[in-house]
T-cell receptor, first 112, second 115 residues
């Protein structure tokens, strides 16, 4: 069953602009993760934020987590054409990964 | 080596065929997973192996039969599949332990078409 709903479902921006994707989930979590998937192939882990963290940065990525609202956002700054992909949030309710559930995903297109 | 290798990349099989998907990792991860992903949908968990033992089966039909021969290998045996089983099958691995925060490493997937 799906734990996370992502918004928007699709996003198209110009190269150099920032892209923001949102994820809402239903139950308490141990951590939340963001993954990228190119053209329906394997998923690549981007960033993990623990339930007791509010914000985390990794390069051009910024993730926020609001456990009171059960929501997270992923910001990609200064987007590049290579960022074109689908982005999924994934929630881990147990710790130890085994019961991770993926959200519905946001399809990002960055236009050169 | 941070790779999860899946073979084959593409597979077309008839409904009466028997085939196997293979997955290999050498990161020392003791948890391995099979996911199924339909087009424009998120990955859905099928099976989880912990220390080479099946720990989670998400009510997957018996025409899918997983096997974990050793800590580096994971197979998915397919038999008498239906056209609606056509999908991208993803293998993943991760560290194992309760209360830890870890991510999974995914293979590139096998795109399966059942005809």
């Amino acid at each position: 069953s799906q734990q996370g709903e992502e918004d928007p479902q699709a996003l198209s921006i110009q190269e150099g602009e920032n892209a923001t994707m949102n994820c809402s989930y239903k139950t308490s979590i141990n951590n939340l993760q963001w993954y990228r998937q190119n053209s329906g192939r394997g998923l690549v882990h981007l960033i993990l934020i623990r339930s007791n963290e509010r914000e985390k940065h990794s390069g051009r990525l910024r993730v926020t987590l609001d456990t009171s609202k059960k929501s997270s956002s992923l910001l990609i700054t200064a987007s590049r054409a290579a960022d074109t992909a689908s982005y999924f949030c994934a929630t881990d309710v147990s710790g130890g990964y085994q019961k991770v559930t993926f959200g519905t995903g946001t399809k990002l297109q960055v236009i050169p | 080596d941070t790779e999860v290798t899946q073979t084959p990349k593409h597979l077309v099989m008839g409904m009466t065929n028997k085939k196997s998907l293979k997955c290999e990792q050498h990161m020392g991860h003791r948890a391995m997973y099979w996911y199924k992903q339909k087009a424009k949908k998120p990955p859905e968990l099928m099976f989880v192996y912990s220390y080479e033992k099946l720990s989670i089966n998400e009510s997957v039909p018996s025409r899918f039969s997983p096997e974990c021969p050793n800590s580096s290998l994971l197979n998915l045996h397919l038999h008498a599949l239906q056209p609606e089983d056509s999908a991208l099958y993803l293998c993943a691995s991760s560290l194992l332990g309760t209360g830890i925060n870890t991510e999974a490493f995914f293979g590139q997937g096998t795109r399966l078409t059942v005809v």
